[in-house]
């Protein structure tokens, strides 16, 4: 029987595709190739930074990532490869990283981070779904005075800023050693535990009716004149008026359709493990030299870190692991870890931190949701609603002005 929405991928962005489409009416399928328990939409930090936060491709990126890595403490790493598309990708990177798309990328920003904030509180509170979530800032921590006083005297605004000593950062995060300058609290932003929220959103779905074929692989679409009329998975084939393809990453079903996005599998890392609690940070909290970032959780604490470019090799590599607790060791007191879990996944990078939204340009039932980078939490309920509403209001990519605004198949 034909299916009305066919997902693939549940991910965060599946599953708030599916949240925003049920609620609108539709029935819908999601399948995915794993169990909707380890993803990347499982292991990564958090944050919801949407707010006052530069986005990768901002001015003075590239130099400061080679700044760091001439220290040994770059986040960020190449792996040499064949691979001509990676070539391109940080070509238009580097081309991206202008003051004028940084204005543009930061209100687009505040826009879609806000509708999120508040989407994810009315599940929390509104219906009632049990995931840890916080609007209690972001702590950007700094190494570096430089950088430190070249970042606080922008931050006037008090209702967004807060401009903290070494001493009071140390009160937000006891683990702190002598070498850290200082922090700045960019105010509106916030965090959850993102592990729960999928698992929450999914029994929320699941009692919705939205039908979920797990450990299911989409091995192929197929196509009959300008729609997609088929996939065929690893068990069956399923038919569908609508397919979305949120697989993240993963874009071999989107080249089947004609499709080579510009975006990139960017590696890694996430460790969780539990701590003193009297040592926990008291709200999320970003190394801003040294992209590391720890979210405290109900009872764990999570560090993130790594930017790899050129692997899809998704082994846990001692050697970065070792150059993240180095990194962090050098402005930390020792403090005990109990039970640590390690952790890693890949983010669907663009080169200009936009997303690849809306109907494919070539199959009209076709609609692709993915390339949300490093914030892909941070905006999964407003994507979810964008899907929604290009698919059952507007209909037509150019005709829904969050597509237009916000999406690579028009800002690329
Ligand atoms: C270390 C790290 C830290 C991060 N920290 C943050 C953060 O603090 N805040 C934030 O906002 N974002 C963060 N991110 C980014 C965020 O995790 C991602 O942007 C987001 O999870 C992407 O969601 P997605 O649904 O697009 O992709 P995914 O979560 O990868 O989901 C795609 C799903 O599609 C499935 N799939 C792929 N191909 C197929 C197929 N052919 N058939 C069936 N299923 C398929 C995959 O198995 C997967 O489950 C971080 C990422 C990393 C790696």
Redesign the pocket.
């Known amino acids: 029987m034909k299916k009305d929405v066919i997902i693939?991928?549940?991910?965060?962005?599946?599953?708030m595709s599916a949240y925003c489409l049920q609620k609108s009416g539709r029935s819908v399928t999601v399948?995915?190739?794993?169990d909707?328990t380890n993803?990347?939409?499982?292991?990564?930090?958090?944050?919801?930074?949407a707010f006052k936060k530069a986005p990768l491709s901002a001015p003075g990126a590239i130099t400061d990532t080679i700044k760091l890595m001439l220290k040994g403490e770059s986040p960020a790493s190449v792996h040499p490869t064949f691979n001509l598309h990676l070539y391109k990708w940080l070509l238009k990177f580097a081309a991206s990283s202008t003051e004028a798309r940084l204005r543009r990328t930061l209100a687009l920003f505040e826009r879609y981070g806000q509708i999120s904030l508040d989407m994810y509180e009315a599940m929390v509170e509104d219906e009632g779904m049990d995931f840890h979530f916080r609007k209690d800032g972001l702590l950007m921590i700094y190494t570096e005075q430089q950088t430190f006083d070249a970042k606080a005297a922008h931050c006037t605004d008090p209702d967004a800023y807060e401009i903290l000593s070494k001493e009071k950062t140390k009160e937000y995060m006891p683990i702190l050693n002598d070498k850290v300058i200082g922090s700045i609290l960019l105010k509106e932003n916030g965090?959850i535990d993102?592990g729960e929220m999928m698992l929450e959103l999914k029994k929320y779905l699941e009692a919705k009716g939205v039908e979920f074929l797990l450990n299911?692989?989409?091995?192929r679409l197929e196509f009959e004149g300008s729609k997609v009329s088929k996939i065929r998975?690893s068990k069956g084939v399923y038919e569908a008026e609508t397919f979305i393809l949120?697989?993240?990453?993963?874009d071999?079903?989107a080249r089947q359709a004609k499709n080579k996005f510009m975006m990139t599998p960017?590696?890694?890392?996430?460790l969780t493990f539990k701590m003193n609690e009297e040592l926990m940070p008291k709200t999320t909290s970003l190394f801003a030299d040294l992209f590391i970032?720890m979210?405290p959780r109900k009872e764990t604490l999570r560090m993130?870190?790594?930017l790899e470019l050129g692997t899809t090799d998704p082994s846990i590599v001692k050697k970065q692991i070792d150059s993240m607790n180095k990194n962090l060791a050098q402005y930390t007191n020792e403090f005990e870890r109990r039970d640590v879990v390690e952790w890693?996944?890949?983010?669907?990078l663009t080169p200009n931190d936009i997303p690849i939204l809306g109907f494919d340009e070539n199959y009209k039932n076709l609609v692709h949701?993915?390339g949300?980078?490093?914030?892909?939490?941070?905006?999964?309920p407003s994507i979810g609603k964008i899907i929604n509403d290009v698919i059952t209001i507007d209909k037509k990519n150019e005709t829904n002005a969050d597509i237009l605004l916000f999406s690579s198949f028009f800002q690329g």
Do not use: M, Q
């Open positions: 693939v991928g549940g991910g965060c962005i599946g599953l399948i995915e190739k794993n909707i993803g990347t939409s499982f292991g990564n930090a958090g944050l919801l930074s965090h993102p299911e692989e989409v091995d998975t949120s697989t993240g990453a993963d071999k079903l960017a590696k890694g890392y996430s970032a979210t993130t870190s790594k890693s996944g890949f983010r669907p949701a993915t949300l980078g490093w914030l892909g939490i941070t905006f999964a």
